[in-house]
């Protein structure tokens, strides 16, 4: 079984920045990829950003230039530091491990943007 342990969300005011972390562990035999999802209320799960085993990013295009999301391989961890947040950001996120099989959920981590 494999846990995903999410931290770092809370409430920013525009402008403002936020670091996401997340932590698996477990019975990991290996990982193609971990990211960070969001959903709104309302609104599907989209991606907003991931990292492959071998260091390729992908972003979603709503968070290019503010987002930078990073991975440790080792500790099998993946943070998302979170610049420039808009009032649009506000949405739980959630942490994803994806071993190209299987892909497994955190539990998320709200994140709200608003003066």
């Known amino acids: 079984q494999v846990r995903l342990v999410e931290s770092g969300g809370g409430l920013v005011q525009p402008g403002g920045s936020l670091r996401l972390s997340c932590a698996a562990s477990?019975?990991?035999?290996?990982?193609?990829?971990m990211g960070w999802y969001r959903q709104a209320p309302g609104k599907q799960r989209e991606l907003v950003a991931a990292?492959?085993?071998?260091?390729?990013?992908n972003y979603a295009d709503f968070v290019k230039g503010r987002f930078t999301i990073s991975r440790d391989n080792a500790k099998n961890s993946v943070a998302l530091q979170m610049n420039n947040l808009k009032p649009e950001d506000t949405a739980k996120y959630y942490c994803?491990?994806?071993?190209?099989?299987?892909?497994?959920w955190g539990q998320g981590t709200q994140v709200t943007v608003s003066s």
């Open positions: 994803n491990l994806s071993t190209g099989w299987v892909n497994y």
């Open positions: 477990g019975s990991i035999s290996s990982i193609n990829a």
């Open positions: 990292v492959t085993s071998a260091g390729n990013r």
